[in-house]
């Protein structure tokens, strides 16, 4: 197929850009940038407080009220009025206001991009436009491939490279020689997994032409560098300047490869939950650990509803009985619990950018066929959820070849990663896909006897593996370290040296399917330029890691669904507690062909769904997991999908949107009967405010909107229930964190009145909860329970994962974003995930949420968690948050002419 687009036409005055509600109101998005405001408000946004009239009525997310948005934040400047830090920091700061304040200002507005005229840029084959529209976002357009990654690295570079740089000394250990000794640790660790060794076999395995993309994409990274250094690359580095005298070095192929070891361990799902078990078991039997980890729910759905392996392949149609598949689990020996505490502290220390905090989240994707839509064809919905950073994670982009050719062959456009060419996921001209983590269990933690330089394996004491790393530390001496491995894998349980020698013998070695070089890289790159199943299908099995939930659908009205990766055949065990080393019984035989994977064409039910769930019941042979998230997003998506179709309905575009705004707590209509139904004489001694507060349950729909009283009590309660029924008996280095695994728990507890977890009085361990929780949300909000709000409680901060954690207060002030409350919580569709034990803030999020309609591409919609820029006080570095935190997308441009209507800047990039 042959695409012609209208190369470097003229462009239109500048366009407004309309935001979409879930519910399908529309609302004029563009605004002036340069308007000034004060600097406490929210975001350095466009102006999105005045809506215009609905085009037609809202569609509420369910019956009952809608989820209440809150007051949308008003738009920041912080550099505009100085007079106002001037006044803030008088007295105290006045050569900062000063000379610095200026000095600071001035390295701001340094690194802004150039975005329209002309720009010459050696290293190009012809010449390339970079369209922009309101909000920063560009489509790139150019004559070969060569050129099309070019300038994707260029302009990448020219919003996050910040963000680039700091992503690149991460998957290389090498965070110390940009931040100093306090990140040492974070360096230990990754040097002992080996993530930039592993990535450099895999860019030396991968096809010709993902080399030439990576090496093209490089090309153009470099070319901004050799332009922009300092503070005209980013003011992070005028600040960082002031500490130590690193500067940037080339951008190199396999920088960008190495991401995807990041991404991996981001989503390698349940290593936490072999720690846990293990260390619980310290304190518990092995019943009672396992009562903390309970079956699935069998009302709950999975994403593959019927099929198994017959013949050597997947068939989606077949029916069969049950497999029997293997448990394991035995006492803990001392020593080993030792090092795997010592795991587990070194693990919750690492950057957010690498450690997912809470259980219950993990991502919603669902696609819809076209029997089922009011258009005709498929609807397709994702929202990845993960640690929040600012700036985003994604960055939005459209990838176009001016002509569509088997020399240049991309059409595509999405959500992309800073400092990775291609598109993760979006959609092509005919095919669009998403992602979901797959929690399939791809690590295990292998308990080792460690004596001297040797460990022991069938009988025999073998020589460790080991060799020395050397960590560059910012304003210190260098650190060696020396890694050691047995046949299983590093040890990880060494970085903490203290440690080392106290594990009487024992260490822990992490199997793990990312330490081995693989395919993602051309994976994603074919996936780019897929056209159907069939070319999807192919791209998917070259995916290795991290694996993943990929559904699908195209413009000839199929949806479809695929698990692809490296997924282990265990000889033993169940992945569900640490293994011994040293015999080969629990050893990995292979990985599940992928023919055999599951996976699924035009389902009879008319849609698919996934959120983390177990991807097919016990009828397939291979065990994928025993940890899977406990459905209750799946479910509630679902059963949304199913009542939205039923009865000959069809679900339009705002339908599908609304179900991404869906904020019901499914577990809080388990938990509030029994809050609500307490015997007389535990209700008769309450206090008045307790009951006040008991009241707010009456007629609640369990929705956990910002603005919701109910919602707050709910938590608040659940958080002094955590702390008595699990916390009290639990080890400390195991975290209660609230999510969805407690709530199953509970549920499986709830009817038992006198069990263990309830001390043997469910009734008066829920009443002193609400106790407590009453008195606690009293001195925090007052003594009118109608005021309480969930959305004081529950706040997300836009958090700079640098200089934004660790830098003096102004630097903070300048990199961050203001607090804003939001809706939701775990185990909801909008999946805004707290860790319970540290209170309610937001600490995990939908990164970003879209709508491909593939009736029309154009329709589709999308948005970003902060903006496309990643220079502070730019006009994109948080515009999208406002329309995030209210569930309103924006319009997704694909076609020439649509892109053309929207474009607000152009710069074209000349050889």
């Known amino acids: 197929m042959q695409t012609d687009h209208d190369e470097f036409p003229e462009q239109p005055a500048e366009r407004d850009a309309a935001a979409v509600e879930p519910g399908d109101a529309t609302t004029d998005a563009d605004a002036n940038a340069d308007a000034d405001v004060e600097p406490g408000s929210a975001t350095a946004a466009p102006d999105v407080d005045a809506d215009p009239e609905p085009t037609t009525p809202p569609v509420p997310p369910r019956p009952g009220p809608s989820p209440t948005p809150s007051p949308r934040p008003r738009p920041r400047r912080r550099f505009r009025k100085l007079k106002i830090a001037s006044a803030i920091l008088a007295g105290l700061l006045v050569v900062l206001i000063g000379g610095g304040a200026w000095w600071l200002n001035s390295s701001i507005h340094a690194s802004y991009p150039q975005t329209s005229g002309t720009l010459r840029v050696p290293g190009l084959e012809a010449k390339v436009e970079v369209d922009r529209n309101a909000q920063g976002v560009p489509q790139v357009y150019a004559s070969t491939s060569h050129d099309l990654f070019f300038a994707q690295g260029y302009v990448q570079a020219q919003d996050r490279f910040w963000q680039m740089d700091v992503y690149r000394h991460i998957t290389a250990g090498r965070l110390a020689e940009m931040f100093g000794s306090g990140q040492v640790d974070t360096d230990k660790f990754i040097r002992t997994m080996g993530w930039r060794t592993v990535a450099e076999q895999e860019y030396a395995s991968l096809s010709p032409d993902s080399k030439a993309y990576l090496t093209a994409y490089s090309a153009g990274v470099n070319a901004y560098l050799k332009d922009h250094k300092g503070s005209k690359a980013s003011v992070e580095y005028a600040v960082l300047g002031l500490q130590t005298d690193y500067s940037p070095y080339e951008w190199t192929p396999v920088d960008s490869v190495a991401w995807l070891k990041a991404l991996a361990w981001d989503l390698r799902n349940n290593m936490q939950s072999e720690i846990d078990r293990a260390l619980a078991s310290q304190k518990l039997t092995k019943d009672q650990v396992d009562q903390l980890f309970p079956a699935y729910p069998a009302d709950h759905p999975t994403i593959v509803q019927q099929g198994t392996v017959t013949g050597g392949a997947f068939d989606q149609d077949a029916t069969t009985t049950d497999v029997a598949t293997a448990t394991a689990g035995s006492a803990l020996p001392a020593g080993a619990a030792t090092a795997l505490a010592s795991l587990s502290h070194t693990v919750s220390a690492l950057p957010d950018t690498l450690q997912p905090h809470v259980d219950g989240v993990g991502s919603n994707s669902w696609v819809v066929s076209g029997a089922l839509t009011t258009t005709g064809k498929p609807l397709l919905a994702n929202d990845p959820h993960l640690a929040p950073q600012l700036p985003s994670i994604w960055y939005q982009m459209g990838l176009h070849c001016t002509t569509v050719n088997a020399d240049c062959p991309f059409d595509v456009a999405g959500f992309t990663m800073p400092g990775t060419p291609g598109v993760l996921i979006g959609h092509t001209s005919t095919v669009a896909w998403g992602f979901t983590n797959g929690t399939e269990d791809v690590t295990d933690l292998v308990l080792e006897k460690v004596s001297g330089d040797s460990y022991e394996y069938n009988g025999q004491q073998l020589p460790l593996a080991t060799h020395q790393e050397t960590i560059k530390v910012a304003g210190g001496k260098p650190i060696t370290l020396t890694v050691r491995a047995t046949n299983q894998g590093p040890l990880v349980s060494d970085v903490d040296k203290d440690l080392r020698s106290a594990g009487n013998g024992y260490a822990v070695a992490l199997r793990w399917t990312a330490l081995h070089p693989g395919h993602t890289a051309d994976a994603l790159f074919e996936v780019d330029r897929a056209t159907d199943w069939a070319s999807f299908r192919s791209a998917a099995k070259d995916f290795a890691v991290p694996s993943q939930n990929m559904v699908y659908a195209d413009t000839s009205g199929n949806i479809g669904y695929q698990t692809p990766g490296q997924i282990p055949i265990r000889k033993a065990g169940d992945g569900r507690w640490p293994v011994p080393g040293w015999t080969d019984q629990y050893e990995w035989s292979g990985y599940i062909p992928f023919d055999e ?315």
């Open 597 to 911: 994977l599951p996976h699924v064409l035009n389902p009879p039910e008319g849609f698919i769904a996934t959120a983390n769930n177990p991807i097919i019941g016990s009828q397939y042979p291979y065990l994928l997991s025993k940890d899977f998230d406990y459905g209750y997003r799946a479910n509630e998506i679902t059963q949304r999908l199913k009542a939205a179709t039923a009865d000959g309905k069809k679900i339009d575009a705002n339908g599908m949107r609304a179900i991404q705004a869906d904020t019901r707590n499914e577990f809080a209509s388990v938990l509030v009967p029994y809050l609500t139904h307490l015997p007389a004489s535990l209700t008769s001694a309450a206090s008045s405010q307790t009951k006040a507060a008991q009241a707010l349950f009456d007629g609640w729909d369990y929705t956990t909107s910002d603005k919701s009283a109910a919602a707050a009590y709910f938590y608040e309660v659940w958080k002094f229930i955590c702390k008595d029924a699990f916390s009290a008996k639990l080890p400390s280095s195991v975290e209660v964190d609230g999510g969805d695994q407690w709530f199953a728990a509970a549920t499986t507890f709830l009817p038992n009145a006198t069990s263990f977890w309830w001390n043997g009085n469910r009734d008066a361990m829920l009443a002193k909860a609400m106790d407590e929780a009453s008195s606690e949300l009293t001195s925090k909000q007052g003594s009118n329970v109608q005021l309480w709000e969930w959305g004081a409680l529950h706040k997300l901060t836009p958090t700079n994962q640098t200089l934004g954690t660790g830098g003096p207060f102004f630097v903070k002030w300048l990199v961050n974003g203001d607090p804003i409350a939001v809706s939701g919580g775990a185990a909801v569709v909008n999946a805004t995930g707290f860790d319970i034990t540290k209170g309610f803030a937001v600490d995990e999020v939908p990164s970003m949420r879209m709508l491909v309609d593939l009736s029309d591409l154009d329709a589709s919609t999308w948005v970003n968690l902060t903006g496309a820029s990643g220079h502070v006080d730019d006009a994109h570095y948080l515009d999208q948050l406002p329309l995030w935190q209210s569930f309103r997308t924006l319009p997704w441009a694909y076609s020439r002419t649509a892109v053309q209507g929207a474009t607000k800047d152009t710069l074209v990039l000349t050889p």
